[in-house]
């Protein structure tokens, strides 16, 4: 079975600085995806990135980055520039190659300080 | 509507009572997903539907039943509820094939 582990529940980080949100997988499969979704105070889940494994390049989307540590099976988020809309639970998701069904972490809360 | 559209937004509910939730998704997908949100645990996923046939039944008691009429509507029968199955209830979708899932707003349900 594949499992998603997040640490560290809540992060806080002061406005306009970063703040690295970690996530480790368990896998036997070669072919996977890996994805950082954002769930605000009103509940409605976004995805911000996504990894494929295959991938060596680490995923970008603005201020959002990743650090893919295949070998360690590690997926962080980076989250530059912080601004208070940020503020909101982050789930880390794995699925693999051909399997619509995702496995997700715990969440991390993230609290950002004006 | 666009995306992924979930009612009602907050149900109380007692143990006796039927009730139902609807998920409706405006944005062509073909594949539907009903996940349990609770405090501090991962999502569960409950249910999925592949172009209306369910393809994954997660071992949730018979007290929850889904349906999906077509690609575009699901829903999840409530009966007989306990009050641990008091949670946030999220709805999904996706192209098949694809694994980016849109997600719902959800039902907030609070069993008495």
């Known amino acids: 079975a594949q499992t998603v582990t997040q640490s560290q529940p809540e992060m806080s980080v002061q406005e306009a600085e970063t703040v690295t949100l970690s996530c480790t997988y368990d896998t036997s499969e070669s072919d996977y995806y890996l994805f950082w979704y954002k769930q605000p105070p009103s509940r409605q889940m976004i995805l911000v990135i996504r990894?494929?494994?295959?991938?060596?390049q680490n995923a970008t989307e603005n201020r959002f980055s990743v650090n893919f540590q295949k070998a360690a099976k590690s997926f962080s988020l980076k989250i530059s520039d912080s601004q208070l809309g940020d503020a909101a639970m982050y789930f880390c998701?794995?699925?693999?190659?051909?399997?619509?069904?995702?496995?997700f972490g715990k969440g991390n809360q993230v609290v950002v300080i004006p | 509507e666009t995306g992924v559209t979930q009612t009602p937004r907050h149900l109380v509910m007692g143990m006796t009572n039927k009730k139902s939730l609807k998920c409706e998704q405006h944005l062509g997908h073909n594949a539907m997903y009903w996940y349990k949100q609770s405090a501090k645990k991962p999502l569960e996923l409950m249910f999925v539907?592949?172009?209306?046939?369910?393809?994954e039944n997660n071992s949730v008691p018979s007290r929850f039943s889904p349906e999906c009429p077509n690609s575009s509507h699901l829903f999840l029968h409530l009966h007989t509820l306990q009050p641990e199955d008091s949670a946030l209830y999220l709805c999904a979708s996706s192209l098949r094939g694809d694994n980016e899932q849109f997600f719902g707003p959800g039902t907030r349900l609070t069993v008495l």
């Open positions: 998701a794995y699925t693999y190659y051909g399997n619509n069904r995702l496995a």
């Open positions: 990894q494929e494994a295959y991938k060596q």
């Open positions: 539907y592949n172009f209306k046939e369910q393809t």
